[in-house]
Structure formats: C-alpha cells, structure tokens
C-alpha cells in the first residue's frame, strides 16, 4: 500500500490551499488517516486527524481555520487550508493507519505561505 499526495504549493498569506492525499494498492482496511506537518529545524507535528467514522482532532494552531475530511470510498484524505500564515510553512504529510499492515507515511509536498 501508498500514499500519494498533492495540492501543495506557495500562496500569500490569507490564502488558502487543498491538500489531497490518496491510499493505493491491497487495502484490507483503513482507519484513521492524518496530517502533519514539518518545519525547517522543528520536530513532525500533529496537524489534524479523523477517525473512519468521521471523527477529527486538530491542533490548536490551525482550529477554526483547517478542515479535514475523507471519502471512504476513495481512501482520499483531504485538508482544507484557509487564512494560511507564515507560520503554517512546512512540509506536510500524510499518515494512515492500515489493518492489518499498520501505519504508512506519504512522501510529503511543500506548502510555502508568505507575507
């Protein structure tokens, strides 16, 4: 199984982008899927998650400003990014967890916000 993402890129800040990341392959069952995200220098971070049942967490630094979301008929997870600041600079990743082969990363795409 993969991950594959998109939608990442460089906007302004205010902005908004959509991430999209895509499970492949012999899937048996997927669970939770997620985000996180990457600064230079700084330690992976939790962005947002949600549950295969449709249950999310986020961070507080994006609350009120990033939605996810999935289509489980697609094994897609997506996140929503609106009013983007500097600070929301990272490499984001996907994560899933797959039964029975356990958590998978995807390869990461570059989200830049400037002032």
């Known amino acids: 199984v993969q991950l594959v993402e998109s939608g990442g890129g460089s906007v302004q800040a205010g902005g908004s982008l959509r991430l999209s990341c895509a499970a492949s392959g012999m899937i048996f069952g997927l669970n939770a899927m997620g985000w996180y995200r990457q600064a230079p220098g700084m330690q992976r971070e939790l962005v947002a998650t949600i549950t295969s049942g449709g249950s999310t967490n986020y961070a507080d630094s994006v609350l009120g400003r990033f939605t996810i979301s999935r289509d489980n008929a697609k094994n897609t997870v997506y996140l929503q990014m609106n009013s983007l600041k500097p600070e929301d600079t990272a490499v984001y990743y996907c994560?899933?967890?797959?039964?029975?082969?356990?958590?998978?990363w995807g390869q990461g795409t570059q989200v830049t916000v400037s002032s």
């Open positions: 994560n899933a967890e797959f039964w029975p082969t356990g958590t998978k």
